[in-house]
């Protein structure tokens, strides 16, 4: 109960009894003065440990009290009910019975013991009240937990509930009722099917299952291995008949006959691999909302699975990437993650991307390099600032190129945010005031202009990629800065430097379209050149240098660490190929199995070995073959395979 409400009860009840103070004379007092029950306090059980044993306690008034620590102990409706309200307002009374109890002894205040006044105790409350309010607010965090801040939402796991938000109920509806449901925009429906349909009333997280989903058959389990420093350690396991399915999945995907793993899903809908592969050529030939369906049918049958104790909130769940059996949820979770921002689920998808990065934090897909992007669109800008403090306090993720400049732009937001709402109350009040910048938890935050100013100096090769793929359209201001020797000159002076500059660049582009962005980049821009100038005539100190010495130091090595990961994936583009094509590379290669996609080297060798298998065989067999959609041709070995592009 807050401390407004008690003190607004304790105020009437002091009304109550001046009323009825003031209403007597003290004789009648003495006398007269009323022997019914009290009315029921509703503040007796606040803070106590006591039973229901009310009437009781009522009746106990004619025990006399012995130990005058236990009043001391006792709650804010004992102190009421022994007159210590009374005693406060200055009109305490002696109570008599009139012949039909004894005279109740009082409570006399000890020099050794002093009772706490009404005052001081609403003080107290006021006081702890407040210091609960202020650990609320999502920056303040006096005890800061590694693992919580990626703790998942389940509010917001859901793509159909934040279309919901986004358009409205009656949008959704409407859309729902105009088509069939298999639109961009159609929700999922929860209703029992009539015959013999699904009946499952196991509660999922991350999608609604249709209504024609069969019940999941089982043969996917998840076991606990280990219980480490607050971290619990999962694993999938397969059953004996899901390693035979397993099998056949294999000789499927051997054949390269797509027709073959559709009859497999027929007849074992849940099979994890089966549905991966599926949806990846759905994904392949354009059809978005096809692979988009397979994918939360895998995704479904992977969370039936998940052991009792497998709790997504809590950011200590773990799960191995090198153990095959747990490779397809990440992959799935992945692609998941990607027809979520495709589609403008961006809250959604940085859930998603919260639980993979905490389900592994060696980050085998590159969910970090999502995770600024999907905070920034879902204008989760604080949020963004405590996960760089906390998650990366010791990974230094304030110098990759996707953080540096994604906090000075979240930092840009938080401003004019304070800005606008400064400028609401100013003219609701008709007083001028400034603009509120925002405060941090701890010690003071830099303006988005000097973060940018930093990340421009940190990473001056960026800027060009930006005012290129945005587009910035140039004026003179801007062919002045881009000329000038700080950005002309830039380079990337490491291979792993230059993949996360395309990285960011790929899908990052779209953040830097707004007017208003722009103009306060072209100010970040000019203020670095400035300082650029000034350090060339001596006049400034060499805090340019600085930067570029930070950047030397953090990206060392003439190899790629990053080069697992396909900038194709961080794009906001879906590209697809001809469904001829498709065959050329295999089917189903690299998907649900955690391999990495295939290499031109691998490619080579792939073709080399077809070549072997063909030779003593039918000319006029292998003739009529090739005319198969999926009869596998080979790969021209002086050519790329298309995924790797981007």
Known sequence: MSARMLRRALKEQET?????????????????????KPARNLFEHLGSEETDDDEEEEDADDVNIQDEGEVLNSTKSQILKKGVLTANLGKSKKKKNKGKRKEKTTVESSPAIEEESVDEMLERLVRQNEESASTSDPLIVPDIDPFEILGVDPRYLRAEDELRRIFGSKVINAVEKGGDGAGMLAGRRRQQPHGGGRVSSKKTLLVSPHDHWPRPEGGLSMECIDTKDGLNFFRYSFSSSYQEVQKRYEECSASHDPNTIVMLVNKHPY?????????????????SQRSADLLEKCLYALEYAWHPGFSITTGRCRLDYGWDPNKPLF?????????????GCHRTALEVCKLLLSLDPDDPLGSMFCIDYFAIRAEQYKWLQRFVREYGADRSLSLLPSFSFSLALAQFHIEAQGSASSTGSRKSSGKSSLPNLPEASHGEIESSLGLLQQALMLHPAVLKRIVDKAPIKEDAAWTNILKHHHFSKATSDSPSLE?????YIARNYLVWR?????????????????NAERARTGSYGGEIADWACVRKEAFRGDQNEYRHLLVSDFSDSAATLPQEELQQFGFGLGLGNGAAPMRPENAMAEAAVQGRELEGRNSLMLFFQSFLPWFNHGVDLHGQDPRLQG
């Not at 109550?16 to 006398?31: F, I």
């Open 499 to 503: 993949h996360l500059m395309n990285i």
């Open 514 to 530: 707004a007017p208003d962005v722009q103009a306060w980049l072209k100010e970040g821009a000019q203020a670095v050149v400035n």
């Open 271 to 287: 099979h994890i691999d089966s549905l991966l592969t599926l949806a990846e050529l759905y994904r392949q030939m354009g059809e």
């Open 16 to 36: 109550q009894q001046l009323s009825k103070v003031e209403g007597s004379t003290d004789d009648e007092e003495e006398d007269e003065f009323p022997t019914e």
């Open 331 to 343: 992959v799935a979770l992945f692609k998941h993650m990607q027809h979520l921002y495709r589609r």
